[in-house]
């Protein structure tokens, strides 16, 4: 079972700040079976970006998806108010299976 | 547009079955879509549970499969969940979702908002 660790745990930045945001995997895996989730308080998830670099529908040209093999990253290019929230990736595996890193919040500094 | 909508008792005691259900809305589950459960406990992340196929087709998280069942019913455009045997760290948020097609299949793209269930005697 393919394993994500997310760091750092937490992120403190100022709104107008780059986010860099790291997701890496236990072993290879594809990059076509990776996405990323933004979660606000009291909210479900929103789907970001799926096969590691493609936007979701809707979702703004600021948050972009990258990586291959084991390190995948999530950049916010310049951080808006509403991007203060938790962020997980997540692998999609052959059994099938569905795994989620353990998230990370980017906070207000 | 696709909406999803779960249903719980809120309050279960331990040892006993939770029974979930989601309604879908905007689109006909016979049609096509994967559909899934996942839960989250409170302050913690994302755990998938279970998912089934508009085919029938099921697959379970095998942290879980023991004491799962998911199943849908086409006529009332949901699908369910029953855990048994449940205890206090089977307290969560449970959410239904949609699992995405082509290049988004290993996604989930399309949430409810979740139901919150307390395992509690």
């Known amino acids: 079972e393919v394993v994500l660790t997310q760091s750092p745990g937490t992120l403190y930045l100022s709104p107008g700040g780059r986010a860099t945001l790291s997701c890496r995997a236990s072993?290879?895996?594809?990059?076509?079976?990776l996405a990323w989730y933004q979660q606000k308080p009291g909210q479900a998830p929103r789907l970001l970006i799926y096969a590691a670099s493609t936007r979701a529908t809707g979702i703004p040209a600021r948050f972009s998806g990258s990586g291959s093999g084991t390190d995948f990253t999530l950049t916010i290019s310049t951080l808006e108010p509403e991007d203060f929230a938790v962020y997980y990736c997540q692998h999609f595996g052959s059994s099938p299976t569905w795994t989620f890193g353990q998230g990370t919040k980017v906070e207000i500094k | 547009q696709v909406q999803l909508q779960e249903s719980g008792p809120g309050l279960v005691k331990p040892s006993e079955t939770l029974s979930l259900t989601c309604v879908v809305s905007?689109?006909?589950?016979?049609?096509?879509?994967?559909w899934g459960w996942i839960r989250q406990p409170p302050g913690k992340g994302l755990e998938w549970i279970a998912r089934i196929h508009h085919s029938g087709t099921i697959h379970y998280n095998p942290s879980f499969e023991s004491r799962v069942t998911i199943s849908a019913d086409t006529s009332k455009n949901q699908f369910s969940l029953k855990m048994t045997s449940m205890s206090a760290t089977d307290t969560a948020l449970y959410y239904c979702a949609r699992r995405g097609q082509g290049l988004a299949m290993g996604a989930f793209d399309i949430w409810g908002q979740g139901t919150m269930v307390t395992v509690s005697s």
């Open positions: 072993q290879s895996v594809s990059s076509g079976f």
């Open positions: 905007g689109y006909a589950i016979s049609n096509g879509y994967d």
